[in-house]
């Protein structure tokens, strides 16, 4: 076989008076963490979850520091009611305007909606949705009989109530309305003048058989506010209805003290200094959801850190010694555990919840519960990581050159599985969370009277509420939902930053 020749002229010497050497690196060395993020950044989902994460931490921490409601703000009047914001509901908009749909409301319930809305100018009434018209026989003859489903303000609904006082404060009462100019104290009626207002205090207009209004001959609502002085229980020098003829009574003696009519939603401004406003409406308790759910959160979050913390402490040192003395140390060790975690959690806890709790109080107790059994999975982690990295051959030559076994444990094999132990923390969280609200959920631990509420007590308060007062219960639970979501998105994106090549499975 022949081969072409090629001449010399094409041959080139490459560095021929040149000295070769390695080139300083132009970039600047990334170390262990700085890398995991780099890997972290580049996962979108867990990206997304860790800033919704920061946004709920934000939330729990600021929201009730900044509502102006606290955990004993508590109105009894206002129990699950919905949301309602006075400034946007006045703009008509259909939102935060305390909406609540009434089902067949007939003439004489939409009249004492009308009546609330003449006598206290807040028009309960957002919308009639629907009109149903029914034939009825009377008197041998069918009339047409009409029912109405009534979209209401319930805040503004509430209306008028009865309340009774003491000289003194049926005094300040009034001394308060001269100052801001807002009526609380509204005219007076006598259950004989109309018996319908014994049990009905928005009731203050004439009624005619059927239970309808008696109309003038302008077809205005005809008052019937007592005017018998002599029952007045106490002087009235305020604020007056505008068409007050001047002998109107505004309240009654009874029982030695002052009986009176207040619009309650006025009477609220007087007691708190501003206007009921709830942007996730109101629990069982009269809460603020608003601010419960923060409040709640914030004991959750903490208290799930506080567990991971411990939890990591007591599994690192316990795994650790398993791991690296291994034979019949980490035999024991691992009967051990074996042992603990075969005892129900939820039989832990009631148990301490009964008993211990008397002693250490009911937080000690509940978190006693979780950290009892809850490190042995971190135990069992590290003991994995240090069978993994202790034969590798940088620990049998720091072993060589002398290093102690604290050493060989805590400076070299543990650093190097920091970053499993790290993801399993961030994993640990919402299992702390999602056990901790289920003990509340099931009433098995009470954590009011420390944390103000919890997201377990404000999902129970809402399940028992949960067709009439539906925002009681949606609002907890996509807190939780989120909440419970992102923090595994989190860790899992954790997970696969600090070992690339475990990702997608447990490790």
């Not at 305390?98 to 009546?115: C, F, P, R, W, Y």
């Not at 009534?150 to 509430?158: L, P």
């Not at 005017?227 to 009654?252: A, C, M």
């Amino acid at each position: 076989m022949e081969y072409e020749k090629i001449p010399a002229e094409k041959f080139r010497f490459v560095q021929e008076n040149e000295r070769i050497h390695d080139k300083e690196l132009q970039t600047k060395a990334r170390g262990f963490f700085a890398d995991a993020m780099l890997r972290f950044r580049k996962n979108k989902s867990s990206v997304i979850a860790a800033w919704i994460l920061l946004f709920l931490v934000l939330y729990s921490i600021f929201v009730p520091l900044l509502t102006g409601y606290t955990a004993d703000d508590k109105d009894p009047m206002y129990n699950n009611f919905p949301p309602f914001i006075p400034s946007i509901a006045d703009k008509g908009w259909g939102i935060l305007n305390g909406s609540k749909i009434l089902d067949s409301q007939n003439d004489s319930s939409l009249a004492v909606l009308k009546g609330t809305a003449i006598e206290t100018g807040k028009d309960p009434i957002n919308e009639i949705v629907k009109v149903h018209e029914t034939l009825v026989k009377r008197r041998g003859q069918w009339v047409p009989q009409y029912s109405y489903d009534v979209d209401v303000n319930r805040y503004y609904a509430f209306g008028i109530q009865y309340r009774t006082f003491n000289a003194n404060d049926y005094k300040r009462l009034q001394e308060w309305q001269n100052e801001t100019g807002i009526q609380v104290i509204y005219p007076y009626v006598e259950p004989e003048d109309l018996p319908a207002a014994k049990d009905n205090p928005k009731m203050w207009f004439e009624l005619n058989r059927d239970g309808t209004p008696k109309l003038d001959d302008d077809g205005n609502y005809i008052p019937v506010y007592s005017t018998h002085t002599e029952k007045q229980g106490f002087e009235y020098d305020s604020i007056r209805l505008p068409n007050d003829p001047g002998d109107w009574v505004y309240s009654t003696a009874k029982a030695g003290a002052v009986q009176c009519r207040i619009l309650y939603y006025n009477y609220y401004i007087y007691l708190n200094g501003h206007e009921p406003s709830y942007l996730m409406g109101t629990n069982v308790m009269g809460m603020d959801m608003f601010t419960a759910i923060g409040l709640g959160a914030r004991f959750s979050l903490i208290f799930a850190i506080l567990v991971s913390a411990i939890n990591l402490s007591i599994g690192a040192v316990y795994g650790a010694v398993q791991g690296y003395y291994g034979g019949w140390v980490d035999m024991t060790l691992d009967r051990i555990c074996d042992v603990l975690s075969g005892v129900p959690f939820v039989v832990v806890t009631t148990l301490f919840q009964l008993h211990l709790a008397q002693k250490v109080g009911v937080v000690p107790s509940f978190l006693f519960a979780f950290v009892l059994t809850g490190w042995i999975g971190m135990a069992a982690l590290t003991r994995r990581q240090f069978y993994r990295f202790k034969s590798q051959e940088f620990i049998l030559a720091a072993r060589t050159l002398g290093a102690s076994d604290k050493r060989l444990m805590f400076k070299h094999i543990f650093p190097n599985g920091i970053g499993s132990i790290i993801t399993s923390c961030a994993l640990t969280i919402p299992g702390v969370i999602g056990s901790e609200t289920s003990m509340t959920y099931l009433g098995i631990v009470n954590l009011s009277a420390f944390a103000g509420t919890t997201i377990g007590t404000l999902l129970a308060q809402g399940n028992a509420a949960v067709t009439t007062a539906p925002h009681a219960m949606l609002w907890p639970s996509i807190f939780l939902g989120l909440l419970m979501i992102c923090f595994n998105l989190f860790g899992n994106g954790l997970r696969d930053a600090f070992n690339p090549t475990t990702r997608g499975i447990d490790d």
